[in-house]
């Protein structure tokens, strides 16, 4: 029996050893297929297990490194402590998120890694080995670096090209140009020379590191600038030197040098219609540089720009395509068992222990690792797998492997694994038979993919595990170079400009295209001088020829305006530079010059002139104050009112603060109106003021913002008005009206009754004549009633003697009892008031709520046909009640609409004879909204009806 017990424990046991042998198969695979690093380490950070990934980025063999410390072999000596701190707190049990080092290489290249670990621990809970599982991003660093410098080179060279296009000046687009430079090269000085007529090199423009001596305002002998390398940089070469001190040039050359601390030195020529303007000469003094072939790329492309922008400025005033596809490789590796273990507890317990750390791997990995069955059923499907596919893994164990394949791509795949699976091949990139694989996602995207497939055969049959990474941002990476490098190709065209050039050795002319256009001659053949001249106007004749008479024989550039009289009687404005070359004997070789059609420019500038003299004399000639108040409240145009106003004259008044024109207090109260003008909306507003002596003054003023090209505020015009008499006439006015319909009342009350009591036949029978008489003589004595009633009811309103009493009320009731007042007003007109309202709380003063809804319901009923409808709503809209009146009578013209709310407004004049009325129902009916905190206003079309709305806060 004990034998029998021994025989199925040996046997036993080598089933478990075929097991783990065949795990081990999976595994090495596994590492085999991927370019991941994977490194397993103990407990004091030395080295297990280091996969092929790793021999082959190091350079090192397992058998070379096995055993020592990863920080004294790989880590570079400023991350070591960080790395050890890190390795640590791994040792603790505390898992970092994902992070980068660098490691050093065997031939001593540098690799940027980006690490992601697991710890396994041993039966008492302690860390027994870390599995580091790194994945390199030097190459996807330098390409993103490269992609940053390049956009970089872009921006800098649309600028200039912005620049030229936009802006006359060449100084700042010089200065734009060396500042750029020198922060995109990071070098120490950046300067652009000119070469001068006495050979010399002259700095006009430079950038340079704070520390440095200026070479700005010096007139350099440098050889490495004139000499004979004058004639290379004529043919557009370059100079780049590395290191001064090692250049092959002689002594006084790098004494002079060494004067401005210049150890290597990039020279690019400044050429425009072949002729040499300039050099853009970029120095590092702090040590030598070997200047990259984009660096000189990106200068010369600059140095073309810079050449038109100086020929722009002589005519009105005296990158690149490199980079590499981004790659990424996310890998995944697991590491290696030590040896094989005679024991079956030492068995199982290893077996146990690699299942842990394949787990580990497959959890950290970015990529998607899935494996299926011969019957291609997904049997293990990772973490990297569920965030790439959308899925659950629950979600697709046991499914067929085609939920994550498009539908074209299924067949191929197929055929594909077949093969793979009758071949001797371990594993292979699936790449082989296709430069791109595809993945379809939960939600039906398809996306781009890079994959792998490795086999391992088991009891249950054949096993293919693929992994697979999104080369989505790959695929996105290159659109962006492609659109980069059309940017730069659209940054490179130029404006095109009229140029001429004489050789005075061969007597050689030529004239560029446009300039044909200019003066107007067919090309190609080149008008004498005298049909030129003929062309220039008479008055200007003698200024051109001298001109050019005193440049060729002095030596000197010219520029000057003239005009151009052509044979159609057309007259141009032409703006003409040249300069002249000499040679050692200074006698003139070349001559060139430029000509631009400024007519347009010169129409503009009179034009403009104009229309400033125009506007001084109209904003003069007004009785108002007029400024221009810039985003500071300082004043920067006054017209002659406020001379006449404040007693001083405008030069005394422009930038003063609007504080120190006007009196503390004043100011304070303008001050809301001033913001709101600044913050860039227009305001109107009527105020009173006190001056130096008391009394008080009432202005009228307006302050319209002033918007810059980027649409923000830099100031306001402020128009200003003095409104104090026509204040105190409407304050007259409304006392005598106030008096009038007072004194009015107690008379034509007494004469009211009276007629009331002849209609009735108190005072005796009239006769039918006279009792139509008395009928409109009492119809009249109501409405003037009416009136006067509405004249006091609006001078109380607008005195402030007349409160509002406010109290809780009900919306329904409120509706309910205006309705109730004019049902039988609509009876007698045959109108039909619909509603549609609801009850809810509102805080107002009910009397004066109901007469705005009977004066706007009376309305409706007085300009509705017969047989019409009117329709009264109110609703809760947000904080507010909104009431709402329509009717379908004739409508309100749009130039109407705002006027009918003034006192004594009506649409047609004789509304007040036909239909009645005061023409001050609305104007009340604004009084009792606005004291309510409300607003009232009426939408219309004329012909089709009107609604009136206004809302109240709840």
């Known amino acids: 029996r004990s034998l029998s017990q021994a025989y199925q424990a040996e046997k036993t046991q080598k089933l478990t050893e075929k097991q783990l042998k065949q795990e081990r198969d999976f595994s090495n695979a596994v590492i085999d297929t991927v ?107 330098r390409m993103w670096h490269k992609l940053e410098h390049q956009y970089q080179q872009i921006k800098l060279l649309a600028e200039i090209t912005r620049k030229i296009r936009l802006s006359i000046e060449l100084e700042e687009i010089l200065q734009t140009a060396v500042r750029e430079v020198r922060n995109l090269l990071e070098c120490d000085r950046v300067l652009i020379v000119q070469i001068t007529k006495h050979h010399t090199a002259l700095p006009i423009s430079e950038s340079i590191l704070p520390n440095l001596p200026p070479m700005l305002g010096y007139e350099l002998t440098d050889p490495l600038l004139i000499g004979k390398n004058l004639v290379e940089y004529c043919q557009g070469k370059f100079l780049a030197l590395a290191d001064i001190t090692k250049a092959e040039v002689g002594n006084e050359i790098k004494q002079l040098l060494q004067q401005f601390k210049i150890r290597a030195k990039l020279v690019v020529p400044i050429l425009s219609h072949k002729q040499l303007k300039g050099l853009l000469v970029a120095h590092q003094c702090d040590r030598p540089r070997v200047w990259q072939t984009d660096e000189i790329e990106l200068l010369t492309q600059l140095a073309d720009q810079i050449g038109l922008a100086m020929t722009q400025a002589q005519l009105l005033d005296n990158t690149e395509e490199l980079v590499t596809e981004r790659t990424s490789e996310l890998i995944i590796s697991n590491q290696l068992l030590k040896a094989e273990i005679a ?41 990297g797998a569920e965030k790439i596919f959308g899925y659950q893994a629950e979600e697709v164990i046991g499914e067929p492997l085609d939920i994550l394949l498009p539908e074209a791509f299924r067949q191929i795949h197929r055929q594909h694994i077949q093969k793979f699976s009758q071949s001797s091949e371990k594993s292979r990139t699936m790449a082989e038979r296709s430069s791109t694989v595809y993945g379809r996602r939960k939600h039906g995207e398809n996306f781009p993919a890079q994959a792998s497939i490795a086999k391992l055969r088991t009891r249950q049959g054949m096993l293919f595990t693929v992994m697979l990474k999104d080369i989505t941002e790959q695929k996105q990476a290159a659109e962006k170079l492609q659109a980069s490098q059309t940017l730069l190709t659209k940054a490179e065209k130029i404006a095109k400009i009229g140029s001429w050039e004489y050789n005075a050795l061969t007597r050689e002319l030529n004239w560029s295209a446009e300039l044909f256009k200019i003066l107007g001659f067919t090309p190609p053949t080149i008008p004498s001088c005298a049909e030129i001249l003929e062309r220039i106007h008479p008055e200007d004749r003698l200024l051109v020829t001298n001109t050019l008479r005193k440049g060729h024989k002095e030596g000197k550039p010219w520029q000057f305006n003239y005009r151009l009289l052509l044979p159609d009687g057309k007259l141009k404005y032409i703006e003409t530079r040249g300069e002249i070359t000499l040679d050692n004997q200074g006698k003139v070789v070349k001559v060139w010059g430029t000509m631009m059609d400024i007519s347009q420019r010169i129409k503009t500038q009179k034009s403009l002139r104009r229309s400033e003299e125009q506007l001084k004399l109209i904003t003069d000639a007004l009785p108002i104050l007029i400024a221009y108040v810039d ?16 007693g001083k004259p405008r030069s005394a008044l422009l930038g003063l603060h609007i504080k120190e024109l006007l009196r503390e207090d004043n100011y304070q109260k303008m001050l809301p109106y001033i913001k709101t003008a600044l913050a860039g909306k227009a305001v109107t507003f009527e105020i009173e003021n006190t001056n130096e002596l008391g009394n008080s003054y009432w202005l009228n003023t307006t302050y319209i913002p002033d918007f810059n090209s980027q649409g923000k505020v830099k100031g306001f015009f402020s128009m200003v008005e003095d409104i104090t008499e026509r204040k105190a006439m409407e304050q007259m006015k409304s006392e005598f009206v106030s008096v009038a319909s007072h004194e009015m009342r107690t008379p034509l009350t007494s004469i009211h009754g009276v007629i009331k009591l002849l209609c009735a036949g ?60 004019v049902s039988s007003m609509a009876q007698a007109n045959q109108i039909t008031i619909e509603t549609d309202y609801q009850s809810f709380e509102l805080w107002l003063d009910r009397d004066r709520i109901i007469q705005t809804l009977t004066n706007l319901l009376s309305n409706a009923i007085k300009f509705s046909s017969s047989g019409s409808k009117i329709w009264l709503t109110c609703h809760k809209q947000e904080n507010n009640a909104l009431f709402s009146v329509k009717d379908q009578g004739r409508g309100i013209p749009a130039a109407k609409l705002e006027q009918i709310f003034e006192r004594f407004q009506q649409v047609d004049a004789s509304d007040s004879r036909q239909k009645g009325g005061t023409g001050l129902g609305l104007a009340i009916c604004r009084h009792i909204v606005e ?12 012909g089709e009806g009107s609604t009136f709305f206004f809302n109240i806060p709840q």
């Open 762 to 821: 108190r005072l005796g029978q009239l006769s039918p004549k006279g009792e139509q008489m008395a009928n409109i003589a009492l119809r009249n004595s109501d409405r003037l009633i009416h009136l006067l009633n509405d004249i006091l009811d609006l001078e109380r309103m607008e005195s402030g003697r007349d409160k509002l009493q406010k109290q809780r009320c009900n919306s329904a009731e409120v509706i309910e009892q205006a309705l109730e007042t």
């Open 35 to 141: 370019d991941a690093l994977v490194t397993v380490l103990d407990h004091q950070g030395r080295i297990v297990s280091f996969n092929r990934t790793c021999e082959q980025i190091t350079g090192y063999s397992l058998a070379e490194i096995k055993g020592k410390t990863i920080w004294e072999i790989f880590i570079i000596p400023s991350e070591r402590e960080t790395t050890q701190d890190l390795f640590a707190k791994l040792l603790a049990g505390e898992v970092p998120k994902r992070y980068e080092n660098y490691w050093v290489a065997k031939d001593g290249s540098l690799h940027l890694i980006a690490w992601s670990n697991t710890a396994l621990f041993d039966k008492q809970g302690k860390v027994q080995f870390i599995i580091a599982t790194g994945i390199d991003v030097t190459q996807e660093r």
């Open 343 to 383: 024991e079956h507890q030492q068995t199982e317990a290893a077996l146990r222990e690699n299942q842990q750390k394949l787990a580990g791997i497959l959890d950290n990995a970015d990529e998607a690792i899935i494996s299926v069955d011969e019957q291609q059923r997904i049997q293990l499907f990772n973490h």
């Open 631 to 646: 985003k500071q409240q300082r004043y920067r145009y006054n017209n002659r009112t406020y001379e006449e106003w404040f």
């Open 931 to 942: 004291q309510h905190g409300g607003k009232i206003w009426v939408e219309s079309v004329y």
